[in-house]
């Protein structure tokens, strides 16, 4: 009785022993966490864990492996195996012999005859070898007997083989037909219902796109684009009528590029937003013919397929890899890379509806002067959309500001993320605005050098940018400003007061 209260009471306490250590486990790794995400967040680099962290976890897993080794199971016995007598082994020996000696070509009542020969032949071999020394079942004798006729047999049926020469010619000929057909590769015609493999030239995979289907990808890229780029849908709807499906299935791509960094955490290690940024390189390459990869039948890659068939694909290339450049939430090491970072994704894209419009001008004739400018306004939208986007990212602790300009002027990541220096963050603020302002006053004194027929296609840019640079003047610099989320009401009377002008 006190044994098993004793085995009760230590059962208990090993359980108790084994969840607490599981649970001081989990808290070893959640400070771990929070130790890389606050060195991220300064800037720090990491060297190792605190010491109180690591003796923690190790304390902890040893306490759980003792827990376990007496919560746990005794071990059952193994059994044993069950090992095949001799005489079964012998016997089977014995009928492979007796297989082996069976030969091909005669009649039932020969080999019934042959077999009881050799059956006895085989017993009386056996007595005979049973009454003298008897080998083991690995022996010599026994393996060269069975070899011999195993050998044998291989040989017949080699002869009986449909690969063999059955012809009636003389020796000589003979002699020459099976050093050809060594030569060769063996001829498979002579198999009993053998057919001859046809060579069959398979062509490209084409993606065949109906009118229905068409018609289904553009509603569902002007949806994607309605809902999640509201400025760029309204922009749409001033343009040319017959230019607005290959915009919206370019735009609809750039939706689905942006959407990749929100659907994905980077900083827990998660790499599927390089492989989906593969994926849409890949389908650009499959559908502007510079792969033979078929092209995905994707709602985006159709309506790229329908509509913007003669879309610059080096420019839709450059718009992805750059994004793929920037997977990662790394900071800019200075604004030079800012701005060129939206020259390579709002300026190609801008250059991209620049050609769209053309198109469909024929007496328009757009210069490579005015894709310098459409370059400049999407540098200068990108600063300028960049100080609106700091802080919601900071929410997720995420901060994307130029290093550069942050460090003269005396901010931090970790000042932005605890509000503290509020003057630096205003410093900030106040640089890139300037840069902005000064690359948009550029690109709109070159306002004559854009064709007046592609000018819409800059309109939106040029409107949306222009409203954040007076709403953040407004708040006097402020980043943490709610003022500085909400769209401009105005943009579509604002875009066609634009058109009707002519101007950007």
């Not at 450049?325 to 604004?335: A, L």
């Not at 027929?453 to 840019?461: D, I, K, N």
Request: hydrophobic share 40%; proline share 5%; net charge positive.
């Amino acid at each position: 009785m006190a044994s098993t209260i004793y085995r009760y009471l230590k059962i208990t306490t090993c359980s108790l022993i084994t969840i607490v250590s599981a649970l001081s486990l989990l808290h070893c790794a959640y400070s771990a966490a929070q130790h890389r995400f606050y060195l991220r967040l300064t800037e720090q680099p990491f060297v190792s864990l605190p010491v109180d962290v690591v003796a923690q976890t190790v304390i902890s897993l040893v306490a759980l492996i003792y827990g376990t080794s007496f919560i746990a199971n005794p071990f059952q016995y193994i059994k044993k195996d069950q090992v095949t007598s001799r005489p079964n082994m012998r016997r089977s020996t014995q009928l492979s012999i007796i297989h082996h000696l069976r030969q091909p070509g005669q009649s039932d009542v020969s080999r019934i005859r042959h077999a009881t020969h050799t059956e006895a032949a085989t017993t009386s071999t056996t007595k005979f070898i049973s009454n003298s020394q008897r080998p083991s079942i690995g022996g010599d004798s026994l393996f060269r007997f069975g070899f011999s006729r195993i050998t044998a047999s291989r040989q017949y049926s080699t002869k009986s083989s449909p690969f063999a020469d059955n012809s009636n010619h003389n020796a000589n000929h003979n002699s020459n037909d099976m050093k050809k057909q060594s030569s060769r590769s063996p001829d498979f015609s002579n198999i009993p219902g053998a057919r001859v493999p046809k060579s069959v030239t398979k062509s490209n995979r084409v993606l065949e796109i109906s009118k229905k289907q068409a018609d289904e990808a553009f509603r569902s890229c002007l949806e994607m684009v309605r809902k999640h780029d509201v400025d760029s849908y309204l922009a749409i709807l001033t343009m040319n009528k017959k230019a607005q499906p290959e915009i919206v299935a370019l735009n609809a791509l750039n939706v689905e590029l942006a959407s990749i960094r929100d659907k994905v955490d980077t900083r827990r290690g998660d790499t599927s937003a390089m492989y989906r940024l593969q994926f849409w390189k890949d389908a650009i390459s499959s559908i502007y013919g510079i792969s033979p990869l078929p092209v995905p039948r994707q709602p985006v890659a159709i309506g790229l397929c329908s509509f913007a068939s003669r879309a610059d694909h080096n420019m839709l290339l450059k718009l992805v890899e750059t994004r793929q450049s920037t997977i990662g939430d790394r900071q800019f090491p200075d604004i030079n890379a800012l701005s060129e970072y939206g020259k390579s994704t709002t300026g190609s894209l801008l250059c991209l509806q620049i050609d769209a419009l053309a198109r469909i001008s024929p007496d328009t004739k757009v210069l490579p002067m005015a894709y310098d400018v459409a370059k400049d306004l999407g540098a200068a939208y990108a600063i300028a959309n960049i100080i609106r986007a700091t802080h919601p990212l900071l929410a997720r602790g995420i901060v994307l500001l130029p290093v550069d300009v942050m460090s003269l002027n005396g901010a931090t990541p970790d000042s932005l993320y605890k509000k503290k220096k509020l003057d630096e963050a205003c410093g900030v603020t106040r640089d890139l605005i300037n840069e902005s302002k000064r690359l948009l006053i550029d690109a709109r004194s070159r306002i004559d050098m854009v064709p007046k027929a592609v000018r819409p296609a800059l309109a939106a840019t040029g409107t949306i940018t222009d409203y954040i640079i007076k709403t953040v003047e407004s708040n006097k610099y402020d980043i943490y400003s709610p003022h500085l989320q909400r769209r401009n009401p105005l943009l579509l009377w604002s875009l066609l007061a634009k058109k009707l002008c002519s101007k950007f």
